[in-house]
Nanobody, 126 residues
């Protein structure tokens, strides 16, 4: 089992940057792939990015490709999401989630993730 806590959200102007962090506790963190999802008011939770167990493979939603970078440090039990060139449409609550299964065809499905954090708000002003 793994527990996840997100941090780093806030208010930023369009074009700015934020770095979200997901701190994990529990055993065998390196046995979990980790994803970031986001949910805007009255919208469904949407996949943002995912990273494999070792960090060697990453996967992004088309909407953030080239702007966001996901990375992980298993020694620190942390996953980061560097968000650059932010747009107002990036405004959402951002969640990190963990899954023991690395399957590129399924990583964008929230149902694949067994563990979730509480979320951190990101607001991008125009």
């Amino acid at each position: 089992q793994v527990q996840l806590v997100e941090s780093g959200g806030g208010l930023v102007q369009a074009g700015g940057s934020l770095r979200l962090s997901c701190a994990a506790s529990g055993r065998s963190f390196s046995s979990y792939a980790v994803g970031w999802f986001r949910q805007a008011p009255e919208k469904e939770r949407a996949f943002v990015a995912a990273v494999s167990y070792s960090g060697g493979s990453t996967f992004y939603a088309d909407s953030v490709k080239g702007r966001f970078t996901i990375s992980r440090d298993n020694a620190k039990k942390a996953v980061n999401l560097q968000m650059n060139s932010l747009k107002p449409e990036d405004t959402s609550v951002y969640y990190c989630a963990a899954t023991p299964h690395w399957s590129p065809s399924l990583l964008s499905a929230s149902g694949q993730y067994a563990y979730w954090g509480q979320g951190t708000q990101v607001t991008v002003s125009s």
